[in-house]
């Protein structure tokens, strides 16, 4: 079946400037995930969807990040005012629930470049 | 608060030998832990993981790993070691205290394989 996608697999950006990010998860996982992977700090959770409600934004870096979920499925990612430190892969993840010992699906990536 | 800690950055093995990638975890709670691999250029899947049940885990690829509470450890093995294992492994823990599945990544372990 298919499994979680994201949108744009790649991006590049002029400092300044809005990004949006999009992640698909798997038809039917309720729970959904943003991730971020950059060289410094390595793989860090950004925030977590139960249904459309955000229970947990607590790794978003700052008050230029935000996120929503619709319909309780497509998400998107929103940075404002794009910095050069914000240059990393973001990762979405889906799974079956928000239990803790669920798996968690991860889709391929935006790789995202501020110049 | 959770953590994890991969003891090797880097892990260098000849094609057929034994694989041991280190991982070492804090916990306030029951964990669940995993461990995920990311092949260059290609998303993160899951090799398995632990979520209270036997101790000594098997996933895929031949790999497993055996949870020790006492060492509060989590080390994933594999008997013998293919050219297609060469990928950046991470070892997870959930964050556990309100079981939101929040993933708490270790930095990662990049396996060399040699032929």
């Known amino acids: 079946g298919a499994g979680v996608s994201q949108s744009p697999s790649n991006k590049v950006t002029e400092k300044g400037k809005d990004v949006e990010l999009r992640c698909d998860p798997i038809s039917g996982h309720t729970a959904l995930y943003w991730y971020r992977q950059s060289l410094g700090q390595g793989l860090e959770f950004l925030i977590y969807f139960q249904g459309n409600s955000a229970p947990d934004k607590s790794g978003l870096p700052s008050d230029r990040f935000s996120a929503e979920r619709t319909g309780g499925s497509v998400s998107t990612l929103t940075i404002q005012r794009t910095q050069q430190e914000d240059s990393a892969v973001y990762l979405c993840?889906?799974?079956?629930?928000?239990?803790?010992?669920?798996?968690?699906?991860f889709g391929p990536g935006t790789r995202l470049l501020v110049l | 608060a959770q953590s994890v800690t991969q003891l090797d950055s880097h892990v260098s093995v000849s094609e057929g030998t034994p694989v041991l990638l280190r991982c070492n975890y804090s916990?306030?709670?029951?964990?669940?832990l995993f461990w995920y691999v990311q092949h260059p250029n290609k998303g993160l899947q899951l090799l398995l993981k632990?979520?209270?049940?036997?101790?000594l885990v098997k996933g895929i690829n031949g790999f497993e790993a055996e949870f020790k509470k006492s060492e509060t450890s989590f080390h994933l093995t594999k008997p013998s070691a293919h050219m297609s294992d060469a990928a950046e492994y991470f070892c997870?823990?959930?964050?556990?205290?309100?079981?939101?599945?929040?993933?708490?990544f270790g930095q990662g372990t990049t396996l060399q394989v040699k032929p």
């Open positions: 997870v823990v959930n964050h556990g205290s309100s079981n939101t599945g929040k993933l708490i």
């Open positions: 632990y979520t209270s049940a036997a101790t």
């Open positions: 993840a889906s799974s079956d629930s928000w239990r803790g010992s669920e798996t968690q699906y």
């Open positions: 916990s306030s709670y029951s964990p669940s």
